[in-house]
Structure formats: C-alpha cells, structure tokens
C-alpha cells in the first residue's frame, strides 16, 4: 500500500483546509485509515481514524474542528479541518493499518506527510 497526502498549505488562523490522502496498491487490505500530526521535538499524535466501516474516531482535543471521511470508490481519505488555530501547525501524516484474516490490521503504512501552517 502506497499513501500520497496533499492540500497542506499557509492559512489564516480560522480558516479551513481539507487535506487528502490517497492510496494505491493492495488497497482491499486497508481496514482502516488515519490521520497523525507531529511538531519538531514532540512525538507524532493521532488526530483522525476512520473504519473500513465508516466509522470515525477523534480525540477530545480536535473532536468538533476536525472531519474525517472515506470515499472507497477513489481510495481516498480527507481530513477537513475548520476554525484552524496556530496550535494546528504540523506536518500531517496519512496512516493505513492493512491485513485480513489471520494478519488483519497487522501492516502500517504512512504518506510522506503534509505541512500546515496556521498564521495568527
């Protein structure tokens, strides 16, 4: 599995950015994706999950600014982050967990990652 992120940039703070992360290759043994973020110096932090189901998940600390979707028919995953804060600034990482049966969810896979930057 192969993930190419896209649609980082410079934004105003309370502005909106909606990133993408598409996914190529043994794409029906992805059984869920995910977005992370990492600062210099502090260790890269779940924002987003989603199930093969559907299913999203937040931690509290994003949970109503950040939206996470799945559009199976494109491989592709968004992030849609709104009322965006200088806090928001990082790099931002695709994630897939991959495997079925007896290995599922057993493989990792990470995109190159995708700046943000929140100006105040």
């Known amino acids: 599995v192969q993930l190419q992120a896209s649609g980082g940039g410079l934004v105003q703070a309370g502005g909106s950015l909606r990133l993408s992360c598409v996914a190529s290759g043994s794409t029906d043994s992805i059984v869920a994706m995910g977005w992370y973020r990492q600062v210099p110096g502090k260790q890269r932090e779940l924002v987003a999950a989603?199930?093969?189901?559907?299913?999203?998940n937040y931690p509290d600390p994003v949970k109503g600014r950040f939206t996470i979707s799945r559009d199976k028919t494109k491989n592709t995953v968004y992030l849609q982050i709104d009322s965006l804060v200088p806090e928001d600034t990082a790099v931002y990482y695709c994630?897939?967990?991959?495997?079925?049966?007896?290995?599922?969810?057993?493989?990792?896979?990470w995109g190159q990652g995708t700046q943000v930057t929140v100006s105040s």
């Open positions: 994630n897939a967990l991959g495997g079925l049966g007896s290995n599922y969810g057993e493989f990792e896979y």
């Open positions: 989603i199930s093969s189901g559907g299913n999203p």
